[in-house]
């Protein structure tokens, strides 16, 4: 049927199956980029760059299919660990982004209020990329949860100066690759980046589950799409 203009009737489509493999093919290897760095900087050599931080890769969007939904109710409704599915898809993101790319160790942001979740994760990805896993990075003060923050600058200030990483000797010169759940306003990202910068890594790169379209995740509200 076809639309006839007054609304009451809708057009019913059939997807050929060629065109149907080509949106399943981009659904299972399109990755969000986490871009943190400008273009300008890119084109400069890392050793010359003050930041170490390089841009880095999501498995999906916060919100997108189930990944939003699954990441809510481990985090925020007692669903235990990130199930297996998330941990093949962010190894997907990983081999896809970073193939070209070797790393010395596996570091994980440090909880706010969702306990080991982070860090049971980071071990299984450790595990299978077979990259020694760090406990080193950790908090220095309590913070909120970027969540009840309404925009990046208030995101920004509550994380200053809230990390340190215990063994300055053990990151001096390495590949660092960080582990997180959510990348939001990415102001978590970028102060680690800057402390992790200040102890010599040779580059630090984020590798998360998620990453937010809007860059801002509203209090415990999730739409399910």
């Known amino acids: 049927k076809w639309d006839n203009c007054r609304g009451d009737e809708r057009g019913i489509y059939e997807m050929k199956d ?12 399109y990755f969000p980029e986490i871009e943190l760095v400008s273009r300008t900087q890119q084109e400069r050599p890392l ?12 498995f999906s969007y916060y919100g997108f299919s189930n990944v939003g939904s699954t990441i ?8 235990g660990d990130f199930p297996d599915f998330l941990l ?6 990983y081999h896809s982004y970073f193939r070209d790319d070797n790393f010395d160790l596996i570091i994980y942001v440090p909880p706010t209020e969702s306990s ?11 595990a299978a990329l077979r990259v020694p896993l760090s406990h080193g990075l950790v908090k220095l003060r309590d913070t909120e ?32 690759l960080l582990i997180d759940d959510i990348c939001d306003s990415k102001a978590t ?30 209090n415990d509200k999730f739409t399910k799409r």
């Open 47 to 58: 050793s010359e760059r003050k930041s170490k931080l390089v841009n880095g890769v999501a």
């Open 88 to 93: 093949k898809g962010v190894l997907r993101a």
């Open 189 to 218: 990202i970028r102060e680690i980046g800057k402390l992790m910068s200040e102890l010599s890594v040779n580059k630090i790169a984020p590798l998360v589950i998620a990453k937010t379209i809007s860059g801002d995740i509203k």
């Open 145 to 176: 949860p970027q969540k009840v923050f309404q925009n990046s600058l208030l995101k920004k200030d509550n994380v200053k100066d809230a990390f340190e990483y215990e063994n300055h000797a053990e990151v001096k010169g390495k590949n660092a």
């Open 18 to 29: 060629d065109w149907q493999q080509k949106v399943d093919d981009f659904k299972n290897n």
């Open 116 to 126: 080991d979740l982070v860090k049971n994760f980071t071990e299984k990805v450790s």
């Open 72 to 79: 809510h109710r481990c985090k925020y409704e007692n669903g």
